[in-house]
């Protein structure tokens, strides 16, 4: 079993939908918790960090479910631009250790 | 803000050759720098993690006397794969991370990776 797992998709959406990815990590020792956003040919860029109390940045929430050990975003009013590949991104060690594991990575295209 | 400097960004060279990667930090000291590799469609996988003074830190099935990493000072590390072959075509990935930044903030900061294709 992998220890990040995500829907690979792709999610083909047109815009002004909501999208939803979901992710599942299987050490239950993970402290940390992020997603990433990574375009074509390009290095990942960090989109926001995942608190158990749950978070929003303008149209992108994120919510972490420890018990479930379960990590979703969710993107409102999708744009254009939000097409590229969510990376759910955990790091099991605590923060002196910084190592990260990626997931998969679930594919968006957004399409007018 | 802290960046991460990655060079080359893009290789072509023939099976056998011997390739180096810098990644530098720009304006923060990294004593730890992290390699990851991914190959199309899949995600990072982290190769090693490169420790400044010592020894890198590999990731089971990573191969040391293929992948050489060396960290001599607190902003460059680099990453020479050795006699390349055609299976070693991929994008390689540095970070690094800043300890004056909060965790939550930034883990770590990204390279613009360095596409690696061998013929």
């Known amino acids: 079993r992998k220890e990040v797992e995500q829907d690979p998709g792709p999610f083909n959406v047109p815009e002004g939908a909501t999208v939803a990815f979901n992710c599942t990590y299987s050490n239950s020792a993970s402290q940390s918790f992020f997603w990433y956003r990574q375009d074509c040919r390009k290095e990942p860029k960090l989109l926001m960090s995942?608190?158990?109390s749950g978070n929003e940045d303008g149209r992108f929430t994120a919510q972490l479910n420890r018990a479930s050990q379960y990590i979703s975003l969710l993107i409102r009013d999708s744009k254009l631009s939000d097409s590229a590949t969510y990376l759910c991104v955990v790091n099991s060690g605590n923060n002196a250790g910084n190592m990260l594991t990626f997931g998969g990575g679930t594919r968006l295209m957004v399409k007018p | 803000g802290a960046v991460v400097s990655q060079h080359p960004s893009w290789v072509i060279c023939k099976s056998g050759t011997s390739v180096k990667i810098e990644c530098r930090s720009l304006d923060f000291q990294a004593t730890t720098m992290f390699w990851y590799r991914q190959f199309p469609k899949q995600s990072l996988m982290l190769m090693a993690t490169?420790?400044?003074?010592?020894?890198?830190?590999?990731e089971q099935g990573v191969e040391k006397d293929k992948f050489l990493i060396n960290h001599a000072s607190l902003t460059l590390s680099t990453l020479t794969v050795t006699s390349a072959h055609p299976e070693d075509s991929s994008f390689y990935i540095c970070?690094?991370?800043?300890?004056?930044?909060?965790?939550?903030?930034?883990?770590?900061?990204f390279g613009d990776g360095t596409r690696l294709s061998i013929l």
């Open positions: 970070s690094a991370r800043d300890r004056a930044e909060p965790y939550s903030n930034q883990p770590q900061h």
């Open positions: 490169s420790n400044e003074g010592s020894k890198a830190t590999y």
């Open positions: 995942v608190y158990s």
